[in-house]
């Protein structure tokens, strides 16, 4: 599969958040805003990075010749967890800049469901190195644009007029459902199954 | 320390079902609930295999409260919750093969699901093992309810179907209405559902 096709499928096609259904905590919670909105995608574009290239040097280096496949869930989810941390501590230590933009979102993070996802799908897709980076790129521009094109809408149904029933979550729900109608007309260009 | 009544067995039991149910009140556990409905089996396979990780972390979770020390008791759940995790994972790989292949990628995020690190931490870290049991089976019974109904309803109007069998007129089910089945039904219905659940709270609170 050519590099272009990985990174647009995963970008849009199969976007994480509106046709995968994954990462969801996040897109609803912080999206209150288009500022935070920023912060949260530059902290998950970062470990996603991070997160792809040590899960599949570990896979490929340690699980797979050991035969320890079974442990991958165990392994992986603590390696992110270890990696969030020490992100975390270098940051505030060495780049303090980047820290005060994303700081707060990065113990977030852990439990973020699409950094996990991420490392099952680059060894279910069986992605090389090169081709792994690249959707991790391309999930995690995903997850940008979603959550940073929802918190604009957000931003205006604060002031529009509701009724109280549909108050905060269920016109959000709605307007995701209207953000997600929108994705699917990429469904037909292609995509990776 | 203990002021007030002691809350009843039972009450752990049922707060979890209506009251602190964990996807319509706390909002929690959101992606398996819009991702693995389309069908109401797809549904109550995936609230099963969560359940199952749920009441035995909870249980795990209690039984060694003493002797963790609190300042690794988080890795310590993640690799309780994952152990059971790859547990299922491959139960139901090997004799659920279809519903295995169905909810692929969400049967290993079961780890991350909130629900779970949440009861552990903020119930199971601190009652007894009948009381966590009991706690994690209401909240699992709430969580398996709402993936019930979404997959039901889903399945009802995106395919015409009840678990398979056809419900509705040949003439409906050939041209069904296939945005429930596609992601932003899921998300529809369940702002709907919520709003439904927001408009009974705002009734009783105004009376």
């Known amino acids: 599969m050519n590099s272009a096709k990985i990174f647009l499928a995963a970008f849009l096609v199969n976007n994480i958040i509106l046709m995968r259904f994954i990462g969801l905590c996040p897109f609803f919670g912080v999206s209150t805003a288009v500022s935070t909105s920023i912060g949260m995608s530059a902290a998950v574009l970062f470990v996603m990075l991070l997160a792809s290239w040590v899960s599949y040097v570990l896979y490929h280096a340690l699980l797979l010749p050991l035969g320890l496949v079974f442990l991958r869930t165990a392994v992986f989810i603590l390696v992110i967890a270890a990696l969030v941390q020490f992100v975390e501590m270098f940051l505030k230590k060495y780049v303090k800049n980047l820290y005060s933009a994303m700081g707060i979102y990065l113990p977030l993070i852990t439990t973020n469901c699409a950094i996990l996802a991420v490392t099952f799908f680059n060894i279910n897709y069986k992605f090389n190195l090169l081709q792994a980076t690249l959707f991790a790129l391309g999930t995690a521009a995903g997850f940008a644009l979603a959550i940073i094109l929802f918190a604009a809408i957000r931003e205006r149904l604060e002031d529009a007029p509701i009724s109280p029933a549909f108050k905060g979550y269920p016109i959000a729900f709605i307007g995701a459902a209207l953000v997600s109608l929108a994705f699917m007309g990429f469904t037909a260009l292609f995509g990776i199954s | ?207």
């Open chain 2, 1 to 207: 320390m203990n002021n007030g009544p002691k809350p009843s067995r039972l009450s752990y039991l049922t707060s979890g079902i209506v009251k602190e149910n964990p996807t319509l009140i706390l909002m929690i556990g959101l992606c398996p609930t819009l991702a693995t409905t389309v069908t109401a089996r797809d549904g109550l396979g995936m609230a099963l295999a969560a359940s199952f990780v749920l009441v035995c972390s909870n249980v795990v979770v209690s039984a060694i409260r003493k002797i963790v020390p609190d300042s690794v008791r988080i890795p310590i759940f993640i690799i309780i919750i994952s152990t059971f995790v790859t547990i299922i994972d491959y139960v139901m790989q090997a004799y659920q093969p279809d519903l295995y292949r169905v909810l692929g990628v969400f049967v290993p995020l079961i780890v991350v699901n909130c629900i779970i690190l949440g009861r552990a931490e903020a119930f199971a870290y601190h009652h007894g093992i009948i009381d966590s049991f009991l706690d994690g089976l209401g909240k699992s019974i709430g969580f398996a309810l709402v993936l019930f109904i979404m997959g039901t309803l889903r399945e009802f109007f995106g395919s015409g179907t009840f678990f398979g069998k056809a419900v509705l007129p040949a003439a409906y089910r050939a041209q069904p209405m296939l945005f429930a089945i596609f992601p932003p039904g899921a998300f529809f219905l369940i702002g709907l559902l919520k709003a439904l659940v927001n408009k009974t709270a705002l009734g009783k609170r105004s009376q």
